[in-house]
């Protein structure tokens, strides 16, 4: 009895044992198998089972060629996930690639296929490389589900908007102290699937200022420390001058314009005045921007415009202008023009005896007559007087004439 109860103790601890090297040896295994595959990456070995048409497919492989170096062929075909023995291998994209691998068999992220088609597919290792399916020596990347999928990029684009540093509200400015304004600063971001470039930008004037003769110019910078303040060290991208008032210019940009996928570029417009007056008020609207896909070349959407600068409003008054060390005043010449009034004074009459009025008034006499006949109203008198003494005289002229014509009559008395 007590060798039975022996026994089954023995039996029972063997069976456990052989249970644990059994899910031992399956776990091995499976780990064993796990090490071997094939599948899609990024240019860095990551997993990538997505991309777009505008992308390169990259293949990676682990210990396909029984840890030493050789050659197979990769292929690239439609997804699967029926793979029968011998099944024939037809490439779906450019050709079967062949490649070699390294010293313990892996292959190394490799470029496999550049611009794909769209559609789902497989990867298949022909370790063989005779054009067929193997299923115990070539490797799928998925023999249940998709390989990977190849999509239509999605459009390209750009946010754009006020920057956390950008000026806002309305500056005051003096016109004793014409420096650059920094008006506004902008923050773009490109889309998470694409880097952008970025064309041009325009602007529009408003305000109640005349620009072409308030503002001497705009600048662009390339705000590299989004500090929304202009550094000597930072570029400018450009220059540009309105024609007419409440004008568009439009900046065109050449160098420091690209942003990469889902990054962030601070831009900062500057304003120089040059003749403003008191009172005047300077501001501007970001109207576009033209910006496109750095790997597709499409054009981007741009989100979240227009985009209102900050307000200058001028005060006080230009006192001096300085010109290559040379100050000058500059000073408003008036005239004034003043009527000139003549005014007539009566002499005041003496006073004594009628001797003493007699002998003023012949001293004044000369005086007298020609201021009386300076007069307007004896001008008109001795004008009709004129007229009427050349009728007078006319018509005495004309009585002597017709008397001359009259017939002389004899007379005879009894006759």
């Known amino acids: 009895m007590r060798f039975a109860s022996t026994s089954l103790f023995v039996l029972v601890i063997l069976s456990a044992v052989l249970s644990f090297l059994f899910s031992f040896l399956s776990i091995a295994t499976s780990l064993a198998c796990a090490d071997n595959y094939v599948r899609s990456c990024n240019s860095i070995g990551e997993v990538k089972n997505t991309f777009y048409t505008n992308e390169t497919v990259y293949v990676c492989a682990a210990n396909v060629s029984a840890n030493?170096?050789?050659?197979v062929r990769v292929y690239i075909v439609n997804d699967s996930s029926a793979w029968s023995v011998n099944k024939t291998l037809v490439d779906a994209s450019t050709g079967y690639k062949e490649m070699t691998t390294n010293a313990t068999g892996d292959l190394p992220p490799t470029a496999l296929w550049s611009s794909p088609t769209v559609g789902s597919y497989d990867i298949v290792a022909d370790v063989g490389r005779d054009g067929a399916y193997n299923v115990t020596d070539d490797y799928v990347d998925n023999k249940t589900e998709k390989g990977i999928d190849i999509l239509l990029p999605p459009t390209p684009s750009l946010t754009v908007s006020v920057g956390g540093n950008s000026s806002t509200g309305t500056l005051q400015m003096d016109l004793a102290n014409n420096s650059e304004?920094?008006?506004?600063?902008?923050?773009?971001?490109?889309?998470?699937?694409?880097?952008?470039?970025?064309?041009?930008?325009?602007?529009?004037?408003?305000?109640s200022g005349n620009e072409p003769t308030g503002v001497h110019y705009i600048k662009l910078v390339d705000d590299a420390d989004g500090d929304g303040a202009y550094d000597a060290a930072e570029a400018t991208l450009g220059y540009a001058s309105y024609f007419h008032d409440d004008g568009v210019v439009t900046f065109t940009l050449a160098a420091n314009n690209f942003i990469q996928a889902n990054g962030t570029k601070y831009l900062l417009f500057l304003y120089k005045l040059k003749s403003p007056s008191g009172g005047d008020t300077y501001k501007f609207q970001v109207v576009s921007v033209g910006a496109v896909g750095s790997a597709s070349g499409e054009s981007a959407l741009v989100y979240t415009l227009p985009i209102d600068s900050a307000t200058?409003?001028?005060?006080?008054?230009?006192?001096?202008?300085?010109?290559?060390?040379?100050?000058?005043?500059?000073?408003?010449?008036?005239?004034?023009?003043?009527?000139?009034?003549?005014?007539?004074?009566?002499?005041?009459q003496p006073t004594g005896s009628v001797l003493d009025a007699i002998i003023n008034l012949f001293n004044n006499l000369p005086s007298n007559v020609g201021k009386f006949f300076q007069s307007s109203y004896v001008n008109i008198i001795i004008l009709v007087v004129g007229i009427v003494g050349i009728i007078l005289v006319v018509a005495v002229i004309l009585t002597y004439i017709r008397a001359q014509k009259k017939p002389v009559y004899a007379y005879q008395p009894g006759g």
């Not at 030493?68 to 050659?71: A, F, K, P, R």
């Not at 001028?314 to 000073?331: F, H, I, K, L, P």
């Open 68 to 71: 030493v170096s050789g050659v």
């Open 181 to 207: 304004v920094q008006m506004l600063q902008i923050k773009a971001v490109a889309s998470l699937t694409e880097g952008m470039v970025v064309n041009s930008i325009s602007i529009t004037a408003s305000g």
């Open 312 to 348: 200058i409003s001028v005060s006080g008054a230009a006192t001096t202008t300085t010109t290559a060390g040379t100050t000058t005043t500059t000073t408003l010449q008036t005239t004034t023009t003043v009527e000139q009034t003549t005014t007539s004074t009566i002499a005041a």
